[in-house]
């Protein structure tokens, strides 16, 4: 079946436009995450969305950053205002949550930011 | 808070030689380990997870990893590695609702 599919898959835009970025998740996915993958900084969590629950803002670096589900499937997130520093991949990834306490992510092949 | 070191950003060996990748982290509780893939050009793909039980786990293409809880490391080893291992290697652990922590990444170059 069909994975997690990310929308742009590369993304150039100028210093303090604003950015939308897609994430479609696995059919049936009820948990969604975003990750960003830096020069630099590594792999580091942005955000995580699980079923009606609030979502867990907590690696968002600034509130330039917010993120949204919509009827619990597509991700859309989004940075206003961009800096150079936001330059990175932004991966997505989805996984079942059932009555196990490990469900594997299964990442999106990313959207590559670049911010001139 | 999750912490992971992966004390290596680059490891250059020959074809058909072993390797190791080395992988420690920090939780003050119980954790699941993982070792995720990273093709050139490609996304991220789990090649093996601990969660409990046997503290040595395998892939199906010949890598395998010990969890070590008194060392707190969770090394991954290939006794024989081919071209087509090269890639980047992440080494991640797992908080509270399965968010990931990864470490820095090690680079596998295989070759011939």
């Known amino acids: 079946g069909a994975g997690v599919s990310q929308s742009p898959s590369n993304k150039v835009t100028e210093k303090g436009k604003d950015v939308e970025l897609r994430c479609d998740p696995i059919s049936g996915h009820t948990a969604l995450y975003w990750y960003r993958q830096s020069l630099g900084q590594g792999l580091e969590f942005l955000i995580y969305f699980q079923g009606n629950s609030a979502p867990d803002k907590s690696g968002l670096p600034s509130d330039r950053f917010s993120a949204e589900r919509t009827g619990g499937s597509v991700s859309t997130l989004t940075i206003q205002r961009t800096q150079q520093e936001d330059s990175a991949v932004y991966l997505c990834?989805?996984?079942?949550?059932?009555?196990?306490?490990?469900?594997?992510?299964?990442f999106g092949p990313g959207t590559r930011l670049t911010v001139l | 808070a999750q912490s992971v070191t992966q004390l290596d950003s680059q490891v250059p060996v020959f074809e058909e030689a072993p390797v190791e990748l080395r992988c420690n982290y920090s939780?003050?509780?119980?954790?699941?380990l993982f070792w995720y893939v990273q093709y050139p050009n490609q996304g991220l793909q789990l090649l093996l997870k601990?969660?409990?039980?046997?503290?040595l786990v395998e892939s199906i293409n010949g890598f395998e990893a010990e969890f070590n809880k008194s060392q707190t490391s969770f090394h991954l080893r290939k006794p024989s590695v081919h071209i087509s291992d090269t890639a980047e290697y992440f080494c991640?652990?797992?908080?509270?609702?399965?968010?990931?922590?990864f470490g820095a990444g090690t680079i596998l170059r295989v070759k011939s």
């Open positions: 990834a989805s996984s079942y949550v059932g009555g196990a306490s490990y469900n594997e992510q299964f």
């Open positions: 601990y969660l409990s039980g046997s503290t």
């Open positions: 939780s003050s509780v119980s954790v699941y």
């Open positions: 991640a652990v797992s908080e509270p609702g399965n968010k990931l922590v």
